[in-house]
């Protein structure tokens, strides 16, 4: 039943979709380019995906680097985030079922994106099928060890340590009931390993988490947009609510965030 209500929350057409969006760009965007400038090398004229492209920064990123002879497929569920621009073609598209855009690419970039479907381990698979000779795909999604004890970093009462921990909570059970893996992350390469590549590779990327900071704020964000499910799944009260919102401005405070586990798969030629 809660399903709906999550993805409501959390689509391209959410109240605060933009703002959430936006701060995703701030916390990941400097950690993705340089993964697709220095490890990946994309270049003039290359044919790109980017699947689950949300407000499009990693596409239109990619437009600069293909220059005039390039072209880039930005797809997303809704993808009226992203801007026009004469080399990007937006396109509304469900990966799970509708027919994929002709290939061969030069890359594939998916971020944040498989650790929510259910089958993900066939389609990175498939992804990597769906790139020419000498390709390379591109997954980066969250992984969190899941420990509340280490959700703090910097030193805090007790009252703040247990209202932080029952927040963290509450966000990994609503993951667990919309089929959210955070750990899917750690296990892409031997999927992908499985089904017979070897030029692997994995970047692990963990953003500071000061307050105020754009991951603070990202969480703070996530406190107005599940508020009702928190309220009704977990013991937070609204006063528990304030008392996280405002620690979380807080530059004293430090918070451990989730780390970018991103897996490069370089095809063979």
Known sequence: MYNTAHKQRFDNEAPAATEQLSLLAQILNRETFSTLAEEVGVGHGWRSWDVGTGDGSVARWLA???????????????????????????????????????????????????????????????LAAHLR???????????????????????????????????????????EQTSMDLAWASRTPEVLSAAGYRDITTRDYQAPGQG????????????????????????????????????????????????????VVRIPK
């Open 64 to 126: 600069a680097r293909g220059g005039t002879t390039g072209h880039v497929v930005a797809s997303d569920l809704k993808p009226h985030h992203v801007p026009d621009h004469p080399r990007i073609e937006a396109i509304r598209h469900d990966l799970t079922s509708d027919p994929w855009p002709e290939p061969k690419f030069d890359l594939i970039h998916a971020r944040l994106l498989l650790m929510h479907l259910v089958d993900r381990d066939t389609i990175a698979v498939k």
């Open 133 to 175: 000779p000498g390709g390379t795909l591109v997954i980066a999604d969250w992984f969190c060890p899941c420990t509340s004890e280490s959700l703090i970093k910097s030193p805090a009462d007790e009252y703040t340590a247990r209202i932080f921990a029952e927040y963290h909570r509450g966000v990994h059970k609503l993951g």
């Open 212 to 263: 105020g900071a754009p991951t603070a704020t990202l969480a703070r964000l996530h406190t107005f947009m599940l508020e009702p499910f928190l309220l009704s799944q977990t013991t937070l009260t609204e006063a528990d609510l304030a008392a996280i919102r405002e620690t979380l401005l807080d530059p004293e405070f430090e918070m451990d965030t989730n780390h970018l586990y991103t897996t």
